[in-house]
């Protein structure tokens, strides 16, 4: 089966810093990856996907991921975080089941809070 | 857009009664799936589904069952509920064939059992 480590359970980053969080994976072939946002009280919104092509892929909210086969990761980067970025990120890659059914395997999550 | 649409936000239950949870997509997708969302454990499978009538255990099935009848209706069902069965339960959709597009996730219905 495969499975999705987030390290980081909880990141403090002051408002108009960087942001790095960390996701790494296990799955043998090319993997779809995603990267979803939840706010508090909300469900949960799509930041970026990846499945083929350039490596480096752009979502909603200036997000940006890195997918590198050679670590097995997919890390979730922002130039300059805002306070409403604070939420949750879930990391999360296909699983491909039997009968041709697949499933979305989550992450724990990491929790970002913005401190002013 | 794809809509999910989860019947209830918020849900208590006594222990011990039998409680539906129901989930409707509108886009015609085969894919259904049933999570749990607890802190610091993010949200874990429960069923999925890929086609009417046909079900899959994810990775914490003990305890749920799941109906699929028409495709666009996805049911779980705690047959006797307990109190640790209080959590977040999240449905999600997707077309299968295109999984690289994403899931698309419901609201929630915050499941409380006292």
């Known amino acids: 089966a495969q499975s999705v480590t987030q390290p980081d359970i909880h990141i403090t980053v002051s408002e108009g810093a960087s942001l790095e969080l960390r996701c790494n994976y296990s799955?043998?072939?090319?993997?779809?990856l995603f990267w979803y946002v939840q706010s508090p009280g909300q469900g949960l919104q799509l930041l970026l996907k990846?499945?083929?092509?350039?490596?480096l892929v752009q979502g909603i909210k200036g997000f940006e991921a890195e997918f590198k086969r050679s670590q097995s990761s997919f890390n979730l980067r922002k130039p300059s975080v805002h306070w409403s970025d604070a939420a949750e990120y879930f990391c999360?890659?296909?699983?491909?089941?039997?009968?041709?059914?697949?499933?979305?395997?989550f992450g724990k999550g990491t929790t970002l809070s913005v401190s002013s | 857009d794809v809509k999910v649409t989860q019947s209830s936000r918020y849900l208590v239950k006594r222990t011990g009664e039998k409680v539906f949870l129901e989930c409707v997509q509108d886009?015609?997708?085969?894919?259904m799936f049933w999570y749990r969302q607890d802190p610091g454990l993010g949200l874990r499978l429960i069923y999925f589904?890929?086609?009417?009538?046909?079900?899959e255990k994810g990775d914490i099935p003990e305890g749920y069952s799941v109906s699929r009848e028409k495709k666009e209706r996805f049911s779980l069902i705690l047959e006797s509920a307990s109190t640790n069965q209080t959590s977040m339960y999240l449905c999600?959709?997707?077309?299968?064939?295109?999984?690289?597009?994403?899931?698309?996730f419901g609201s929630g219905t915050r499941l409380t059992v006292v």
């Open positions: 999600a959709s997707s077309p299968y064939g295109r999984e690289g597009y994403g899931y698309t």
């Open positions: 589904s890929y086609d009417v009538k046909m079900k």
């Open positions: 990846y499945f083929s092509g350039d490596t």
């Open positions: 886009m015609d997708h085969e894919n």
């Open positions: 799955y043998g072939a090319t993997p779809y």
């Open positions: 999360a890659v296909v699983e491909w089941a039997n009968q041709a059914g697949t499933a979305l395997i």
